[in-house]
């Protein structure tokens, strides 16, 4: 009988003791699964969308519908990731998109408009709509976790949209990047990621304590 392997246990990216439902910003990026190229391609320096990455950039726009509480800065869509500021400025008052109860299950009852269950929730539409556009129905798109970096002051949030709205044109060497030629670039204060098409938010963003 062959020996039994244990799962490894999976590492959270998170922060131990950092409270993500309170009030704050956080620059995420969020990987699909195998970092395939399946939401478009860049042309000279541009992003282009195909259908897969318009649903992305949609459900991106529809979070504050759904999380009263969050609002969405810049971002942008790449290729085979997203990138975006998402804020939450306030108590929670508006319900969250629904996510599939196994995913509930797997990671322990989420907390009402935490940045965790905003993702949850984004992921989990993006990936409904995906799968039934391509007849896939159940078919992974996303990695099962992200990267986040809680926004700390007026400078990093200006540096963090910056970088977003460079990362079109800097796909060449982008840590991302499949067919990347070129070594990255170092970035201070950064979650591995790339390129932007900015969407301001009604608000400032709050900052964290």
Not at 70 to 82: G, K, L, R, S
Not at 148 to 170: F, T, W
Request: with cysteine.
């Amino acid at each position: 009988m062959a020996p039994v392997t244990k799962q490894r246990p999976r590492r959270s990216l998170r922060l131990q003791d950092h409270d993500y439902s309170q009030a704050g910003a956080y620059f995420v990026t969020i990987c699909t699964q195998k970092k395939a190229c399946i939401l478009g391609e860049i042309t000279n320096g541009e992003m282009r969308l195909n259908k897969f990455g318009n649903i992305v950039k949609k459900c991106l726009i529809e979070i504050a519908g759904h999380f009263s509480n969050a609002e969405i800065d810049a971002f942008v869509v790449m290729p085979n990731h997203t990138h975006g500021i998402v804020s939450i400025v306030d108590n929670c008052r508006g319900t969250a998109c629904r996510a599939p109860t196994e995913m509930i299950e797997r990671f322990g009852k989420p907390t009402a408009c935490s940045l965790p269950t905003i993702v949850r929730s984004f992921k989990s539409a993006a990936t409904k709509r995906i799968n039934a556009s391509r007849k896939t129905p159940g078919a992974p798109i996303w990695q099962r976790n992200y990267y986040e970096h809680i926004i700390r002051n007026e400078a990093d949030l200006n540096e963090i949209r910056q970088y977003i709205l460079d990362n079109p044109v800097k796909w060449d060497v982008d840590g991302e990047n499949p067919t990347r030629q070129l070594p990255e670039p170092s970035y201070d204060n950064m979650v591995g990621a790339q390129h932007a098409v900015p969407h301001l938010v009604r608000r400032q963003v709050c900052q964290t304590r």
